[in-house]
């Protein structure tokens, strides 16, 4: 049973990335995936607007309905190899349009229905 949809802001550190044999530092470290601003719990999630903005400037723009496996189809695979938990998390994903961030930069990702998570860069 899916509780709910949320935003997240994945991060990944692509200085770490591109020297690190194991990428664990560059997507795992503290504060580098964020969630908020709630968990929504009454949204059908097979056409849902998801955005995302870096200073007010629109960087990704798509829907759910555009992903190339539908949301359900990603969990139907997912759980045939993980036991999902109360609390686990399964991101699915943006749409194109992902770039480098600056220090000071301020990144919005906008689930529809559900509300703007606003992620400040250090």
Request: net charge negative.
């Amino acid at each position: 049973m899916v509780s709910g949809i949320v935003p997240a802001n994945y991060l990944t550190a692509r200085d770490l990335q591109k020297t690190d044999l194991q990428w664990f530092r560059a997507k795992a470290a503290d504060r580098f995936c964020p969630l908020g601003p709630w968990l929504e719990t009454d949204l059908d999630p097979r056409d849902l607007r998801v955005q995302t903005r870096v200073n007010g400037e629109t960087r990704q723009d798509g829907r759910t309905s555009q992903m190339i496996f539908p949301v359900v189809d990603i969990l139907v695979y997912l759980t045939r190899f993980v036991t999902l938990e109360p609390g686990d998390v399964v991101l699915t994903g943006t749409p194109e349009g992902v770039g480098p961030l600056q220090p000071g930069d301020v990144v919005e990702v906008e689930v529809q229905g559900v509300g703007v998570l606003s992620t400040p860069i250090a």
